[in-house]
C-alpha cells in the first residue's frame, strides 16, 4: 500500500505580526513549524502503516529551507520525502500549488491514499487537496474526523456544520484531516537523527522534473492576483443606548437601518 | 539532482522537545508539582520520543546520540519541570551508563534495554550520610561470598528509589584501599534483603522521588560487579564531565524559564502608569539575566563540544556547571523580586523555579567543591 501525505511548512502565527507599511507578515523571529492539521494527516498514515504493509511518502512544496519539514516527517516515520522547490513555483495560489502537487504526485507513481491537513493556517483556504483530488480525477472526502481503510475503500467520518456525514470511497483516493482525527506522534530521537543524514531518502524536484512549463506554476500559472493586503484600522467603537427597552430596540433598527444593514426578508 | 542542506541534528532535537515541552511538560508542570508523585504516565510519554535511548549505540537499542544533542534536550525539558529533567537525566545517564559499560548481555538484554524503551526505571546510588562529597567515606560494603556478593549498608538521596526496578550501587569492597576499594553493583529491586524508604518530603523538583536504601545481606551474583575491581572512581570520574555538563545544560533550561516568566511580566505588569519593564533597575535585572544565561550556554555547550571530540573536560565542565546553576539561582531569585508578593503566590510558576533552582546546586557537585576542582585545575591548592 502507498500512501502520500501532503505536508506544509509555515510560520508559527500564533504570534502574527504584520509590517503596516507593506502589508507583509513580519518573519523576522518567527519560526517555521509543519502546518498543525498536516501532522494529524500524517500520523494518520503512519497508524496506517503501523497496521499494514504501507510505505509512506511526504511531498511538500516550498522555499528550500522546507526541506526541515521533510525531515520532520521523515522522523515521525515516513519513509520517502519529496521537496518541491523552484523560483518558478514562487507567488502561486491554490491552483497554481495543485498544479505543481498534482503532477509531483503523478510523477511519483500508483498510490492508494492521499492525506492532507484540512487547511494550512497561513492561508486557511482549504482548497489545496479539493483541488488536487480533482486534477488527479479521484474521489475526496474532506474534514475526516475518523478514518477506516478495508477491502480497497476508505470510510470516514466527515464532519459538517450541523453533524457528520459517513462516507465510503474506493481507493485510490485523498481525505483532508481535522485534529481530533488522532494524537500526532512526536519524532523519535533515532529517526531525528537519521533523518538529517544524506543517506535518508529526500528527493528534490523542480517544475522541469515534474514536467511542468514556468508558466503553468507558481505566480504566472496563478488565476487569482492579489493586488494588496492590508491589516484592517483596528479600534472599535461602543455606543450605549439608554431609555425604555422599546427606545432601545428602535435605536438598535435605527443602527442598521443608517449603516444600510439588511436585517432578513 | 539539486542538493540542499538538511537542518542538523541540533536543531531538530531542540525544536521537538521545545515543542513537546511547551504542548506537553509546561500545561502540567503545576498539577505534577502540586501531587508530588512520580508521574509515571510523563515518564512513558517521554519515553516514546525515544529519549532514554538517546547516548547508546544503536547496537543496544540506543539513538547513537552525542553529548552536546542529550544536553540540548534536557535543556529545553528543564524549562518545563526540573522534576521531569531530573528524572530523564537519571535515565539516560547515571542510572544505566555502567549497566551499559560493563554489565552483562543478559543485564543489557534483561534490564538495559527495557530501561532505554521505557519499561523499566533506573537509579544511581553514591551518597550514603557520612559519604557525599567524600566518596572515600562510604560505609555500605560489599564482600565475596562464594559466587555471590553479599551487601550491606544504606544510600540516601537516591533519585527515583520509590519507582525503580534496578540501581547501580557504590560500594567499598575493601576498607583499606580507600576510593581505590570502591566498585559499582548492579541491584536489582526485587532481590532479598533490599529495602526503599518512604520518600523524602522536600523543598523541590517534588515530582521527582528520592528516599534511602537499606542493604541487609542482599546476595547478588559475581558478574553484578560493574566494571574491574577497584575501577569504580576512576569509571565515575569518566563520566563525571558529563553529570557536570548536563547539570550545567538543566540548570540553563530553569534560568531561561524564570527569564521569560520575568520578561513578560515587565511587559504586562504596571505601576505608577507605567509598565515595569520601563524602570532602569528592572531593566538591569533583565540585562543580568540575559548575559549570564547567554554566558551559562557558550561555556556549556563549549565544554559538551569539547566531551563530543573525545577531549579532557574536567575543569570547563566543572566552569560550567558551577556558572549556570548560581545562574539559574540567581535567575530564579530575580524573578521572585521582579513578580514581587505574587512570586509568593502558589499560583503563580516562579515560586516553583525558586524551590527547584536549588536542587541543582548539589547534583554533580556543589559550588563549593567545585571552585576547590577548578582552582586545584588550575594548580593552586
Known amino acids: 500500500m502507498k500512501l502520500v501525505v501532503l505536508i506544509k511548512q509555515i510560520p508559527n502565527t500564533s504570534n502574527v505580526r504584520i509590517d503596516p507599511k507593506t502589508g507583509n507578515l513580519v518573519r523576522e523571529g518567527v519560526t517555521s513549524i509543519m502546518n498543525p492539521e498536516d501532522r494529524h494527516a500524517l500520523e494518520a498514515a503512519l497508524s496506517i502503516k503501523d497496521h499494514f504493509n504501507a510505505v509512506v511518502d511526504v511531498i511538500s512544496m516550498g522555499p528550500p529551507q522546507a526541506i526541515e519539514v521533510i525531515c520532520e516527517g521523515l522522523a515521525m516515520g515516513a519513509d520517502k520525502g519529496i521537496l518541491l522547490t523552484d523560483r518558478a513555483?514562487?507567488?502561486?495560489?491554490?491552483?497554481?500549488t495543485s498544479t505543481a502537487l498534482g503532477n509531483a504526485i503523478r510523477k511519483n507513481g500508483p498510490f492508494d491514499l492521499i492525506l492532507a491537513g484540512r487547511q494550512a493556517i497561513d492561508g486557511d483556504t482549504a482548497q489545496i487537496g479539493p483541488?488536487?483530488?480533482?486534477?488527479?480525477?479521484?474521489?475526496?472526502?474532506?474534514?475526516?474526523?475518523?478514518?477506516?481503510?478495508?477491502?480497497?475503500?476508505?470510510?470516514?467520518?466527515?464532519?459538517?456544520?450541523?453533524?457528520?456525514?459517513r462516507i465510503e470511497t474506493p481507493l485510490p483516493a485523498l481525505v483532508t484531516c481535522l485534529a481530533s482525527l488522532n494524537e500526532p506522534r512526536y519524532p523519535t530521537v533515532g529517526r531525528i537523527l537519521d533523518s538529517v543524514l544524506e543517506s535518508t531518502p529526500i528527493e528534490i524536484w523542480n517544475a522541469a522534473d515534474i514536467g511542468v512549463k514556468a508558466q503553468e506554476v507558481g505566480l504566472a500559472g496563478s488565476l487569482t492576483q492579489v493586488l494588496k493586503t492590508?491589516?484592517?484600522?483596528?479600534?472599535?467603537?461602543?455606543?450605549?443606548?439608554e431609555g425604555t427597552p422599546s427606545d432601545i430596540a428602535s435605536g438598535?433598527?435605527?443602527?442598521?437601518?443608517?449603516?444600510?444593514?439588511r436585517l432578513g426578508e | 539532482m539539486t542538493r540542499i542542506p538538511r537542518p542538523t541534528a541540533e536543531e531538530m532535537i531542540r525544536k521537538t522537545f521545545a515543542r513537546f515541552t511547551d504542548d506537553e511538560i509546561i500545561p502540567k508542570a503545576r498539577e505534577m508539582d502540586e501531587a508530588g508523585k512520580f508521574p509515571r504516565w510523563m515518564f512513558e510519554k517521554i519515553a516514546k520520543t525515544g529519549a532514554y535511548a538517546m547516548r547508546y549505540p544503536r547496537k543496544i537499542g540506543g539513538a547513537g546520540g552525542n553529548t552536546t544533542q542529550f544536553c540540548i534536550m534536557v535543556e529545553e525539558l528543564a524549562r518545563g519541570s526540573m522534576s521531569v529533567a531530573a528524572f530523564t537525566a537519571m535515565q539516560c545517564l547515571m542510572g544505566t551508563n555502567f549497566l551499559y559499560q560493563y554489565g552483562t548481555k543478559d543485564h543489557h538484554e534483561r534490564l538495559l534495554k527495557p530501561a532505554l524503551r521505557g519499561e523499566k526505571v533506573a537509579s544511581f546510588a553514591l551518597t550514603e550520610a557520612d559519604a557525599a562529597t567524600d566518596l572515600g567515606g562510604a560505609k555500605t560494603m560489599a564482600v565475596r561470598d562464594g559466587d555471590?556478593?553479599?551487601?550491606?549498608?544504606?544510600?540516601t538521596w537516591i533519585t527515583n528509589a520509590p519507582v525503580a526496578d534496578f540501581f547501580t550501587v557504590l560500594c567499598q569492597t575493601d576498607k583499606t584501599q580507600g576510593l581505590k576499594g570502591l566498585n559499582f553493583f548492579l541491584i536489582e529491586r526485587e532481590t532479598p534483603g533490599l529495602y526503599v524508604s518512604k520518600k523524602f518530603e522536600k523543598l523541590g523538583t517534588r515530582a521527582t522521588e528520592i528516599a534511602e536504601l537499606a542493604f541487609s545481606d542482599v546476595r547478588i551474583p559475581l558478574e553484578n560487579r560493574l566494571g574491574?575491581?577497584?575501577?569504580?572512581?576512576?569509571?565515575?570520574?569518566?563520566?563525571?564531565?558529563?553529570?557536570?555538563?548536563?547539570?550545567?545544560?538543566?540548570?540553563?533550561g530553569l534560568a531561561r524559564a524564570a527569564f521569560e516568566c520575568s520578561k513578560r511580566y515587565s511587559l504586562e505588569r504596571t505601576q505608577f502608569k507605567k509598565r515595569i519593564g520601563s524602570f532602569q533597575l528592572i531593566q538591569q535585572k533583565i540585562a543580568n539575566m540575559a548575559t549570564e544565561i547567554w554566558g551559562a550556554n557558550l561555556m556549556t555547550y563549549k565544554a559538551a563540544e569539547m566531551i563530543d571530540r573525545g577531549e579532557r573536560a574536567l575543569k570547563?565542565?566543572?566552569?560550567?556547571?558551577?556558572?549556570?546553576?548560581?545562574?539559574?539561582?540567581?535567575?530564579?531569585?530575580?524573578?521572585?523580586?521582579?513578580?514581587?508578593?505574587?512570586?509568593?503566590?502558589?499560583?503563580?510558576?516562579?515560586?516553583?523555579?525558586?524551590?527547584?533552582?536549588?536542587?541543582?546546586?548539589?547534583?554533580?557537585?556543589?559550588?563549593?567543591?567545585?571552585?576547590?576542582?577548578?582552582?586545584?585545575?588550575?594548580?593552586?591548592?
Open chain 2, 148 to 155: 555471590h556478593w553479599l551487601i550491606n549498608g544504606s544510600k
Open chain 2, 228 to 252: 574491574q575491581d577497584g575501577q569504580g572512581v576512576g569509571n565515575l570520574m569518566r563520566i563525571l564531565a558529563v553529570i557536570r555538563t548536563m547539570t550545567a545544560a538543566l540548570s540553563i
Open chain 1, 131 to 165: 483541488q488536487i483530488a480533482e486534477f488527479l480525477g479521484i474521489p475526496q472526502i474532506t474534514c475526516v474526523s475518523a478514518l477506516e481503510l478495508s477491502d480497497g475503500k476508505v470510510v470516514a467520518n466527515r464532519i459538517i456544520e450541523n453533524g457528520c456525514e
Open chain 1, 89 to 96: 513555483f514562487a507567488g502561486a495560489d491554490t491552483w497554481a
Open chain 1, 230 to 241: 492590508f491589516t484592517p484600522k483596528g479600534g472599535r467603537e461602543t455606543q450605549y443606548l
Open chain 1, 252 to 261: 438598535i433598527v435605527q443602527f442598521f437601518v443608517d449603516r444600510q444593514v
Open chain 2, 316 to 381: 570547563e565542565a566543572s566552569m560550567a556547571k558551577y556558572f549556570a546553576s548560581e545562574t539559574a539561582c540567581r535567575a530564579s531569585d530575580e524573578a521572585t523580586r521582579i513578580y514581587g508578593a505574587y512570586s509568593y503566590s502558589m499560583e503563580y510558576d516562579v515560586q516553583r523555579f525558586y524551590r527547584d533552582c536549588r536542587f541543582l546546586l548539589f547534583g554533580g557537585g556543589t559550588s563549593e567543591i567545585l571552585q576547590t576542582i577548578i582552582s586545584r585545575e588550575e594548580g593552586v591548592y
